[in-house]
Structure formats: structure tokens, C-alpha cells
């Protein structure tokens, strides 16, 4: 996930805001700080060697609790998780890192029912602050 340190500048249909992510703990995590609408929310994310898999955990201020792992598919990375939706019946949410470039990149929030077909429900523009 080296592509996604340093600081970013957002935006997304009807707002704006600010990614601080920096590599911590003798850059064996990654730490996110993420502003932006009133929301606040930060992330770790650390690479499980034994599991050949990256696991991402996310905290923000409504309380907000969610897990994720994933890793490259093809020149995309893909976080993924799955919970019970509020009708009882499981979900599927997903971020996706693509269209990464050395000072821009796209991120997707999407939701499945099965997996298989997938729902648009956040996309965010990325470009690096220039330092």
C-alpha cells in the first residue's frame, strides 16, 4: 500500500477533504487520517505475512467499527468485508484503489448482496498535495 502514503486532497460528488496516511511502527502499518463533511475516521492497515493478505481496521466519529482484507488484484487493490445487513441477510462492502498513479488515484466504497454484482455507493478522487 506504499502508492497511498503521503497527503491527499479529496473529492467526491457534493464534497471535499482531507487523507493524511503515513507509515508507522517501523513502517510496518500504515495509519489513515481521513477529514472531510463533518466526518472524521482513521485506519490501520497492516500486511499479514502468514495470511499473504493485507487487513485494514477503520474507526471513525459515529462510532463506526469496520474490518477489511484484501490485497492486488491486478492493478487494483481491493478491501473487502462482510456483516449481517439490516434486514438480517448478509452483505458485502469493498473499497477499491484504482486508476493509481504517482500523484493520483480513485477509490471506490461499493456493496454487494452475493459478491458478484456490485453497487456504487461512494467514489472519492484523490490527488497528492504537492509538498
Known amino acids: 500500500m506504499d502508492f497511498w502514503v503521503g497527503t491527499w486532497d479529496l473529492t467526491w460528488e457534493g ?3 482531507t487523507n493524511v ?10 495509519q489513515e487520517n481521513f477529514t472531510g463533511g463533518g466526518f472524521q475516521g482513521m485506519s490501520v492497515s497492516t500486511y499479514n505475512v502468514r ?14 467499527y469496520l474490518d477489511f482484507t484484501g490485497g492486488m488484484v491486478d ?4 478491501l473487502s468485508r462482510e456483516s449481517m445487513g439490516k434486514d438480517g441477510q448478509p452483505i ?13 488515484l480513485k477509490w471506490d466504497w461499493e456493496s454487494s448482496p452475493d459478491g458478484d454484482e456490485w453497487t456504487l455507493l461512494w467514489r472519492i478522487n484523490y490527488e497528492r498535495r504537492a509538498e
Open 75 to 78: 492493478d487494483r487493490m481491493i
Open 92 to 104: 458485502r462492502h469493498r473499497m477499491v484503489f484504482y486508476d493509481i498513479q504517482d500523484d493520483s
Open 51 to 64: 495470511k499473504k493478505h493485507w487487513e485494514q481496521t477503520w474507526v471513525d466519529n459515529t462510532g463506526g
Open 21 to 30: 496516511v503515513e507509515r508507522k511502527l517501523g513502517d510496518c502499518v500504515i
Open 15 to 17: 464534497g471535499e477533504g
